[in-house]
């Protein structure tokens, strides 16, 4: 059998490729290592391990405050995913069912720009902004943060949405017009099932985008709007306990859940297809 | 279908075709690639629309008609089946748009199941499927409408050779049953010879001739034709008068044979004749046959050899001979041969 050419060279036999490697996953991983280990320390320091103990995830439990922060990040995060994913599917089918124009390369980038637009500007632009409708309309609720949040994760949902629409067979969607469906039963019948997985995956990723932010969150939020990052990122001006420790160790595994199922839907996308 | 007419931008895909497509008949669209044949499918589907002319079915102009109006299905080459659909779903896919009610439905796609030979899959996601399997589906997909047109764009070329003889059989029987009209895209000219009723060969854009399988073959109005389909001799020759629907053409060796010749032409001075290699036999040299050479080449093809002779004029002439006994053919690289040919075999081409 012809082996093909292309799998006899492999990054891999590079020499010194295996210990950057593995050096540079020791450097990523190391202090989230440390971090979780500490989230279990019996002690009040972060730094000398005095005994294994649970103690701090449950003074987190029953610190009011967190609770609070956790339930309003979940809250904002939801909403603010489910609106961006569905502003993001539009426009992925705007940008990708059409033929080609001028200035479609243009939207793209119009598109994908918050994930350029320094993220410190947009929270300054959107902290002025906000003030002032805030003096005229006298609302201070959750709907500036909710808006925000969603006006920066389009991009986001917006990518795995287009990706799935991309790789998608036109053909398919050709044939269910053939086979007497207007635009709108192929888009219900043909397009939508197939596109979500995208879908999903799009939400997800807003979600989690959402839930982990910090700096737009923090010149946006009003007194008493504290989201589980912004809250976190106070206390740890103060005192350090493992608390701390606690809480980012759970909010890591949540992350870590929420990306394992982006992984499996977005795996196994199209490769059944005939 | 009348005066069509397509350009993508500068280039014209389409250039000014007519064809008459008549009901219950399998019609082959035939052509190299880029030659216009599937954008010509694609039309009369609706997925594109002309740039000129109109498109008509049983009198009604459909060509500006969006694709899910016209009662025609289309089988696509890649099949493009729904893959988060079952087999039964795939094949009731049109009927449901259609609006047609639910036992309806699961009957008609029970009659196609068992049309296509499928019983018993119809709850198997499509994705399970083999090539071949597929394949079927696609066809009972778009029969299930029972649409008045089925166009199918070169469904068997992913198929294996084997399997795509048996379909091409199993096309036919198809066909017949169904008595829907096929319109058939193929480049593969024995794909079209086998199954066709009728045959368009065309290129660069038109039509070059239109016939049934045997007067493409034995009567191609032109080179191009002559050339794509089969094995070919040309021969430049010199009519000597006409008789009727015959013109007598002078052979460079002085011999004279009848010629038919295209309807639409009157064949005068030097002109192109085509002979099949399996129209011709080689003999031992003789004055009584039309034409003479040397041989220098013999291939075996098992079936039939083949004999290269070159003639006077250093023309190269191919002879089919059927390997009608079993050993060698009798002639080796260097005999001289006499060339003798059957009645009414050459055919003078329009230049």
Known sequence: ?274 | MHGIKKWFGNFQAVDDVSLEIRPNEFFTLLGPSGCGKTTLLRMIAGFELPSEGSIRLDGAEIASLLPNQRPVNTVFQNYALFPHLSVAENIGFGLKMLGQPKAKIAAAVAEMLKLVHLEGRGNDPVTQLSGGQQQRVALARALAPRPKVLLLDEPLSALDLKLRKSMQIELKRLQSETGITFVFVTHDQEEALTMSDRIAVMSHGTVRQVGEPWEIYDRPAERFVADFIGDTNFLDVDVVAIEGERARVRLASGAEIPATFPADIRPEGRVSIVIRPEHARAVAPSPAAPLAGTVHDVVYLGTDTHLHVRLADDKTFLVRQQNARSGPCGFAVGDSVGIELSDDVAQILRD
């Not at chain 1, 089918?93 to 124009?101: D, G, K, S, V």
């Not at chain 1, 003096?135 to 943060?145: A, C, E, I, K, Q």
């Not at chain 1, 949405?161 to 043909?190: G, H, Q």
């Not at chain 1, 979500?196 to 923090?218: C, K, N, Q, Y």
Request: aromatic content about 12%; proline content about 5%; overall charge positive.
């Open chain 1, 1 to 274: 059998m012809a082996r093909n050419p292309a799998r006899n060279f492999s990054i891999k036999r590079l020499p010194g490729f295996a210990t950057i490697a593995m050096l540079s996953f020791f450097i990523l991983y190391l202090p989230i290592a440390t971090l979780v280990v500490y989230a279990f320390n019996a002690g009040t320091s972060i730094a000398a391990w005095e005994g294994l103990s649970l103690r701090w995830f449950l003074s987190a439990w029953q610190n009011q405050q967190v609770i609070d922060a956790s339930i309003r990040s979940l809250q904002i995060a939801s909403v603010a995913a489910i609106i961006a994913t569905a502003c993001a599917t539009l426009a992925a089918l705007a940008t990708t069912r059409t033929t080609p124009y001028r200035g479609l390369t243009f939207k793209y980038s119009l598109l994908n720009s918050p994930l350029l637009v320094p993220e410190i500007v947009t929270a300054v632009a959107l902290l002025i902004l906000f003030s002032r409708i805030k003096v005229w309309t006298g609302y201070s609720g959750l709907g500036y943060l909710i808006a925000a949040h969603s006006a920066f994760c389009v991009p986001f949902a917006y990518l795995p949405i287009r990706a799935r629409l991309e790789n998608m067979d036109l053909s398919l969607e050709r044939a269910a017009a053939d086979l007497y469906a207007t635009p709108f039963k192929t888009f219900r019948y043909v397009t939508l099932p197939l596109l979500w997985p995208g879908i999903l995956a799009g939400l997800m990723l807003a979600f989690v985008i959402s839930l982990d932010d910090v700096v737009i969150t923090e010149f946006v939020k009003s007194g008493g709007q504290d989201t589980l990052p912004t809250y976190m990122l106070g206390q740890l001006r103060r005192v350090v306990t493992p608390e701390m420790n606690a809480i980012s160790t759970v909010f890591l595994m949540l992350s870590l859940a929420i990306v394992t199922v982006f992984f499996f839907i977005s795996r196994n996308p199209q490769k059944d297809d005939p």
